[in-house]
């Protein structure tokens, strides 16, 4: 699996848009682009994964560029509760079977 | 709810004494994993299974066993803990269907100290 790139941390307003990057140049064809979240010590939260299309969920959007090198989550209107480690995985969708690595991630505050 | 449980959530024991941590989600998923996560090593897969009686090693199995005789439950044991199993454990579960691969549902953790 492609290994990723994200900055070790970020901070926020309350209420304005959270942009998170995440550097994936060697990724293949076939891997897909996942995020995860872990608030403070709590199981990781799947957010949103995506191909080569622009997605958007309930939680948040996944921009990835046209030669998917690269890929930004965005939070539209971050609030306090989005303080968090956040993981940008690539990998194989097909290939459930292995490892799925967390790297370090990005650690977001949200501040007032 | 649909959710994955563990039990104990927290637990202190002692070297050598084995111990079992249990895993188990309401979600109908085939396959379900355990992972560790310590602090700088981020998370790292322990051992997962695909299916009832399917179970394969992860990426640190040494010091584990697991069992997967029902769809619903995965505990892991350790036989005789020892300090550097010191961690926070989580485990987690995600539908299947032929190859696709879908999100993975984690449980809360269990933090193990062995003195």
């Known amino acids: 699996d492609a290994k990723t790139t994200q900055p070790t941390s970020m901070d926020c307003a309350e209420g304005r848009a959270a942009n998170l990057p995440c550097n994936h140049s060697?990724?293949?064809?076939?891997?897909?682009v996942y995020w995860y979240r872990q608030i403070h010590s709590q199981g990781p939260q799947y957010i949103i994964h995506?191909?080569?299309n622009n997605e958007t969920n309930e939680m948040a959007s996944l921009i990835i560029t046209e030669d998917r090198k690269s890929s930004t989550l965005i939070l539209p209107h971050a609030t306090l509760r989005d303080t968090a480690v956040y993981y940008c995985i690539v990998r194989v969708a097909q290939n459930y079977g292995q490892n799925f690595v967390f790297g370090p991630g990005t650690r977001l505050s949200v501040l007032p | 709810e649909a959710q994955v449980t563990q039990n104990p959530r927290y637990l202190i024991t002692v070297t050598g004494k084995k111990l079992t941590v249990t895993c188990s989600q309401n979600?109908?998923?085939?396959?379900m994993s355990w992972y560790r996560q310590d602090p700088g090593l981020g998370l790292r897969q322990i051992y997962y299974s695909m299916n009832v009686e399917v179970t394969d090693k992860g990426d640190v199995p040494e010091g584990y066993k697991v069992s997967r005789k029902e769809k619903r439950n995965f505990p892991l044991i350790l036989e005789s803990p020892s300090p550097n199993q010191t961690s926070l454990y989580f485990c987690a579960s995600s539908l299947s269907s032929g190859s696709i691969y879908y999100e993975q549902y984690f449980g809360p953790g269990t933090r193990l100290t062995v003195t």
């Open positions: 995506g191909l080569k």
């Open positions: 060697t990724i293949s064809g076939n891997e897909y």
């Open positions: 979600m109908n998923h085939e396959y």
